[in-house]
């Protein structure tokens, strides 16, 4: 598999053009596969505490002067956005959400973050959780004249909530979705109903 970060040495050394084409050209590959996904289950094996990305110290991929993607939080539609509880006790909410991207332009999510969260990570409990899925959301390629749907069963986020923070049916938690090339997008989420926890598998103990 072609690893989807290069050193930043080699970033340097090459045009910023020449990045941009690799690098969606890369995340292309993960976008794909979203598509692709037609499970039917929901978060119900999330991956153990230590393992979870955090965007602390984590450099952004290239300068937000990137030609070409400046119109992104523009041109990206976000809609259906809705979350709920997910597993034991109040820790993670799922996150659904649907992409537009009505655009001759393809464009590339490289973070989603929120003041309600300490970490938000790409989930699929059809799947085994690893780091190209718990980063998939760090270098998401949005095709031309392409939507794509994260829904409960498939691909889609989760968000370990913030201590101090609450998130409870009824709310409208803001999410901000930050795009290659700098531009970012504030999107409101609807706090429906808790899932139902039905133990599968691993429980959900471990992540206390």
């Given at each position: 598999?072609?690893?989807?970060?290069?050193?930043?040495?080699?970033?340097?050394?090459?045009?910023?053009?020449?990045?941009?084409?690799?690098?969606?050209?890369?995340?292309?590959?993960?976008?794909?596969?979203?598509?692709?996904?037609?499970?039917?289950?929901?978060?119900?094996?999330?991956?153990?505490?230590?393992?979870?990305?955090?965007?602390?110290?984590?450099?952004?991929?290239?300068?937000?002067?990137?030609?070409?993607?400046?119109?992104?939080?523009?041109?990206?539609?976000?809609?259906?956005?809705?979350?709920?509880?997910?597993?034991?006790?109040?820790?993670?909410?799922?996150?659904?959400?649907?992409?537009?991207?009505?655009?001759?332009?393809?464009?590339?999510?490289?973070?989603?973050?929120?003041?309600?969260?300490?970490?938000?990570?790409?989930?699929?409990?059809?799947?085994?959780?690893g780091t190209l899925t718990r980063q998939l959301f760090t270098h998401l390629t949005l095709p031309a004249k392409q939507m794509l749907v994260f829904p409960p069963g498939g691909y889609h986020l989760v968000c370990k909530v913030a201590d101090g923070k609450t998130i409870n049916?009824?709310?409208?938690?803001?999410?901000?979705?930050?795009?290659?090339?700098?531009?970012?997008?504030?999107?409101?989420?609807?706090?429906?109903?808790?899932?139902?926890?039905?133990?599968?598998?691993?429980?959900?103990?471990?992540?206390?």
């Amino acid at each position: 598999m072609i690893s989807l970060y290069g050193s930043w040495k080699s970033i340097r050394a090459m045009g910023k053009s020449a990045v941009l084409r690799r690098y969606l050209a890369s995340a292309l590959g993960v976008s794909m596969l979203v598509c692709a996904s037609t499970g039917y289950a929901d978060s119900t094996q999330l991956p153990h505490e230590d393992e979870l990305e955090t965007e602390t110290g984590k450099p952004r991929f290239v300068a937000a002067d990137v030609p070409g993607q400046e119109h992104a939080a523009d041109d990206v539609v976000i809609k259906n956005a809705w979350m709920q509880h997910v597993g034991e006790g109040q820790h993670y909410v799922a996150a659904y959400f649907e992409l537009e991207n009505n655009s001759d332009t393809s464009y590339l999510i490289d973070r989603i973050s929120s003041s309600s969260c300490t970490v938000m990570f790409g989930y699929h409990s059809d799947l085994e959780v690893g780091t190209l899925t718990r980063q998939l959301f760090t270098h998401l390629t949005l095709p031309a004249k392409q939507m794509l749907v994260f829904p409960p069963g498939g691909y889609h986020l989760v968000c370990k909530v913030a201590d101090g923070k609450t998130i409870n049916q009824g709310m409208s938690i803001p999410v901000q979705f930050h795009f290659l090339g700098g531009s970012e997008k504030n999107v409101n989420f609807e706090v429906r109903s808790a899932r139902v926890h039905r133990p599968v598998g691993v429980s959900y103990n471990k992540l206390k």
